[in-house]
């Protein structure tokens, strides 16, 4: 097994990342299944379809803004991945820095994906954030 994944699987996480990062909404959309779950360390923890990535997203804006987050970047490392027919898991190494209230502070983590190939295209099925530090 090679350091990276085959590139649809790649694809799909930069395109995930980058879209978080830019704050492009549908870059981040296009990357998720329409069963999509994704779980992360901010409350309710869990969002489920319908529409689990917008209603993420919208429950991230409003952390944001009570908290007085005005900046996000997460880097990553790849860390473990396998494809097994349709099916593909891989888990990344993160650091997730933001700026609240003008104080830089620095989290790490590993951001678990699950994917699915239907209909020959790959998806993301789940997204799971578990922060280190």
């Given at each position: 097994?090679?350091?990276?994944?085959?590139?649809e699987?790649?694809?799909?996480?930069?395109?995930?990342?980058?879209?978080?990062?830019?704050?492009?909404?549908?870059?981040?959309f296009?990357?998720?299944?329409?069963?999509?779950?994704?779980?992360?360390?901010?409350?309710?923890?869990?969002?489920?379809?319908?529409?689990?990535?917008?209603?993420w997203?919208?429950?991230?804006?409003?952390?944001?803004?009570?908290l007085?987050?005005t900046?996000?970047?997460?880097?990553?490392?790849?860390g473990?991945?396998?494809?097994?027919?349709?099916?593909?898991?891989?888990?990344?190494?993160?650091?997730?820095?933001?700026?609240?209230?003008?104080?830089?502070?620095?989290?790490?983590?590993?951001?678990?994906?699950?994917?699915?190939?239907?209909?020959?295209?790959?998806?993301?099925?789940?997204?799971?954030?578990?922060?280190?530090?």
């Open positions: 097994m090679t350091n990276n994944p085959p590139a699987i790649q694809s799909l996480i930069d395109g995930h990342i980058n879209g978080f990062n830019s704050q492009d909404s549908d870059l981040f296009s990357v998720f299944g329409d069963t999509a779950i994704i779980i992360d360390g901010i409350a309710p923890y869990r969002w489920l379809n319908p529409n689990a990535p917008a209603n997203l919208a429950d991230v804006a409003k952390w944001r803004e009570d007085g987050v900046y996000e970047h997460l880097s990553y490392e790849m473990f991945w396998n494809v097994e027919g349709s099916s593909a898991y891989a888990v990344i190494s993160g650091t997730l820095t933001v700026t609240i209230k003008g104080q830089s502070a620095v989290r790490t983590g590993t951001l678990a994906y699950t994917f699915a190939n239907r209909d020959d295209v790959w998806k993301i099925e789940a997204q799971a954030w578990g922060r280190t530090s």
